[in-house]
DNA sequence: ATTAAATTTCGGTGTATAACGAAATGAAAT
DNA sequence: ATTTCATTTCGTTATACACCGAAATTTAAT
């Protein structure tokens, strides 16, 4: 694999927001708007940010009704990407806003969230 | 440690240029003048790679007379540069760009280098 | 079929950054 | 002390991207 490619990983995990994110998904799976709920973006943004996580791997999407369920992709074949992800709970741990995050995603709801 | 500072840390390493700097540097120290002519860039731009990685705790200096050189900072206290640093062999090794840097500094000398 | 709702895509804005050359700094040699 | 040379800092430019709201898309419910 390229460094150009290692690189765009790495970039992936650059932004604070798509940190919260992954640490998110590995407690449950959730949908943009739970999501947008948690993190306090507007769902364009949200959106773009599970988009790169995407991309590079992380996470798979699968569709649900309405609404679309992102999740870590737990069956990935890039090392970077299967030893970062098991290496995150250890990594970040102690950080007020995911411990606040975390807190969230048990009392949010998808039913009775979005269109508000 | 916020998570803003996690992000940075992968930040510095979402660079291609940082990460071949990087392997270099898990051959040898070196100085910047070795380093600008394997990447083939301008001084003053690896100047600023090595100072990224610096910040984020990746590599260290020495002062060496003239020269200033950079090595691998094998003492960090933070898990997630610790880890990263031993990880750096097995994630990127096929890499071309990668291998023909490791083949050059063997034959880089930097009492022949920069003036020129 | 039409409406409603969740998500994605698009256009725009402000900020960050990778790159360069030139100027400034610091150290060593003359 | 002056010059030389390695490195850093600065000013500039071009590109990338995080963010938003609005429009477009897709799916479910009426």
């Given amino acids: 694999m390229l460094i150009e ?9 650059s932004d ?5 994110i992954l640490k998110m998904l590995q407690i449950r799976k959730l949908c943009v708007c739970e999501i947008t709920e ?15 996580l995407k991309k ?14 992102y999740m870590i992709n ?6 970077v990407v299967a030893s970062m992800l098991s290496m995150l709970p250890f ?12 807190n969230k995603i048990n009392s949010v709801d998808r039913n009775n969230l979005c269109s508000r």
Avoid: M, Q, Y
């Avoid at 604070?16 to 919260?20: A, F, I, Q, S």
């Fill in 5 to 13: 490619e290692k690189a765009k990983l790495f970039k992936a995990l």
């Fill in 16 to 20: 604070p927001n798509r940190l919260r």
């Fill in 38 to 52: 948690v993190l306090d973006l507007a769902t364009s943004t949200v959106s773009e940010h599970l988009s790169v």
């Fill in 56 to 69: 590079a791997g992380f996470i798979i999407e699968e569709k649900d009704g309405k609404w679309v369920n």
């Fill in 74 to 79: 737990t069956g990935s074949s890039d090392t």
């Fill in 91 to 102: 990594w970040i741990s102690s950080d007020p806003a995911v411990s606040s995050d975390l």
